[in-house]
Every structure is written in structure tokens, then in C-alpha cells.
């Protein structure tokens, strides 16, 4: 079973004058704008770097639930945050690091079980197993 989903992006004019625009099949961005000045300057909209972190904080949401549920548990909240590092290197920039930040209320789990659970969805998830970079992982169960 293959699915596919899709976005596009289109992009005109110079690195940092240009303007762009993202979009998603499912309409959830529509023409969302994003630019030089919204990627290193800090201007409002969109940019690769927070899509990246949206993707694998909602793949690993997703993921751990699953996870738990194979081991008898379902969760009342997980809340995942995606940190995504882009460094300037050598030949350019590159996505240096992700941190994910979850914090979960689950009854009657142990710290221990829902840490392995968490370090074994944060290898298996499949934004996780598509990105070549560091993935650190702070999971706090409440």
C-alpha cells in the first residue's frame, strides 16, 4: 500500500527580495507565503525549517499513540514540540539538529515503560527514519 500526499511551492525574484508560496493538497496551506526574510530574519510566515518540525511533531504524536496502544495503553494528551536547528556550515546551511519536547498524561504507564515507548517511536516514526540529522528526545510523562 502505497499514499501519497503532496504540497508545492512556487518562488520568484532574487534570495532575498524574492517571494514564495506553499501550498498542501489538502488545502490546510493555501498559497501560505515565506521568504528570505521569514526564514533568517524572523518575520512572520511560514518556512521550510517550521513545515519540517509541524511534519515530525505530528508523525511522532501519531506514532507514539500507536506504539501505546500495542502496549495496552491509550493516551488522554501528547504534546509534541519540534525544535528544528538550521546552522549555517562549511558549504552552506543544513538542518543541523531536531529536539523533540513531549510531555503526555497517560494512566497507569510507568516513566520507564513510556520512555522506551518514546525512544522506540522516535526511531520507527517515518519523519524520523526520512530526516539525516541528530533527533534528540525530552519526553515527560504527567
Not at 37 to 64: I, W
Request: glycine share 8%; with cysteine; net charge negative.
Amino acid at each position: 500500500m502505497t499514499i501519497k500526499k503532496s504540497a508545492s511551492s512556487t518562488w520568484s525574484g532574487d534570495i532575498k527580495k524574492g517571494k514564495g508560496y506553499i501550498s498542501t493538497q489538502s488545502g490546510a496551506l493555501d498559497n501560505q507565503p515565506y521568504g528570505f526574510n521569514t526564514r533568517f530574519e524572523d518575520k512572520p510566515g511560514s518556512n521550510p525549517e517550521e513545515l519540517v518540525g509541524a511534519a515530525h511533531s505530528a508523525c511522532f504524536g501519531m506514532a507514539l499513540s500507536l506504539a501505546l496502544s500495542e502496549a495496552g495503553f491509550t493516551a488522554e494528551n501528547i504534546n509534541t514540540e519540534a525544535v528544528v536547528s538550521l546552522d549555517e556550515v562549511d558549504d552552506g546551511f543544513a538542518v543541523t539538529h531536531i529536539a523533540l519536547e513531549v510531555n503526555a498524561t497517560i494512566a497507569d504507564i510507568s516513566n520507564e515503560q513510556f520512555q522506551a515507548l518514546c525512544e522506540q517511536t522516535k526511531k520507527g516514526c517515518p519523519i524520523s527514519k526520512l530526516l539525516n540529522t541528530e533527533i534528540s528526545l525530552n519526553a515527560t510523562l504527567k
